[in-house]
T-cell receptor, first 114, second 109 residues
C-alpha cells in the first residue's frame, strides 16, 4: 500500500512570494489533514477535510493560507504572500476515520522563507 | 485553551526502560495517542488509549488516567534506533489531534 505522497520536499522562497504544496493521501482515506511543524515543536493542525468538505480550519491563517480538496482525493495548500514566520515543515496526513484515530503522515515539505 | 505538557528531553542507555509522561488540559477529550518522529522524518503512530489503563504493543506500552488527565509512554529494552522525538497528542473531537511539544529521547550505548 502506497503511503501519503507530498511534493515538493523542499522549497526556498523570498518573503511576499507565493508557494503551493501538494498532497495525495492513502487510497480510500476520507480524512485529510494539513499540519505546520515549526522546528522544535509539535505539529499544529491547520485544516482538516472529510472527503472534500472542511471539518476544521480554525487555526488556518485565512488572510494568507488557503487549502482545497476539490475531488475528495488530493489536496493543495497555498501561502500567499509568505512571511518569514511561515518557515516550517508542512505535513499532510490521512486517516480512515476509524474509532481510534491513527493518522498516516507524509514526508513533509520543508519551507524556508528568506 | 489546549495545553499538553511533556518533558523536553530524556536520556537513557541501551537496554534500559524509560517513561515519558504527558499531562493535558483540553476542552474536549476522546483519547491520547503517541507518535514517534526521527529527525527529518514523518511522525509515525505508536499507540492509542481511549480508556483508562495500559495498552501494550511489543516493547512499547502506553497508559492513560482520564481522571488525572495524565498518560505515559513506556519504552522497554531500549535500542539505539529508539533515539527520536516522542509526541503525545489528544483527540479533542472530530478526530483532529492536538500535539504536545515533544520529548527528545537520546539512547546512549
Amino acid at each position: 500500500e502506497a503511503g501519503v505522497a507530498q511534493s515538493p520536499r523542499y522549497k526556498i522562497i523570498e518573503k511576499r512570494q507565493s508557494v503551493a504544496f501538494w498532497c495525495n493521501p492513502i487510497s480510500g482515506h476520507a480524512t485529510l489533514y494539513w499540519y505546520q511543524q515549526i522546528l522544535g515543536q509539535g505539529p499544529k493542525l491547520l485544516i482538516q477535510f472529510q472527503n472534500n468538505g472542511v471539518v476544521d480550519d480554525s487555526q488556518l491563517p485565512k488572510d494568507r493560507f488557503s487549502a482545497e480538496r476539490l475531488k475528495g482525493v488530493d489536496s493543495t495548500l497555498k501561502i500567499q504572500p509568505a512571511k518569514l514566520e511561515d518557515s516550517a515543515v508542512y505535513l499532510c496526513a490521512s486517516s480512515q476515520g476509524q474509532v481510534y484515530n491513527e493518522q498516516f503522515f507524509g514526508p513533509g515539505t520543508r519551507l524556508t522563507v528568506l | 485553551g489546549q495545553s499538553l505538557e511533556q518533558p523536553s528531553e530524556v536520556t537513557a542507555v541501551e537496554g534500559a526502560i524509560v517513561q515519558i509522561n504527558c499531562t493535558y488540559q483540553t476542552s474536549g477529550f476522546y483519547g491520547l495517542s503517541w507518535y514517534q518522529q526521527h529527525d527529518g522524518g514523518a511522525p509515525t503512530f505508536l499507540s492509542y488509549n481511549g480508556l483508562d489503563g495500559l495498552e501494550e504493543t511489543g516493547r512499547f506500552s502506553s497508559f492513560l488516567s482520564r481522571s488525572d488527565s495524565y498518560g505515559y509512554l513506556l519504552l522497554q529494552e531500549l535500542q539505539m534506533k529508539d533515539s527520536a522525538s516522542y509526541f503525545c497528542a489528544v483527540d479533542t473531537g472530530r478526530r483532529a489531534l492536538t500535539f504536545g511539544s515533544g520529548t527528545r529521547l537520546q539512547v546512549q550505548p
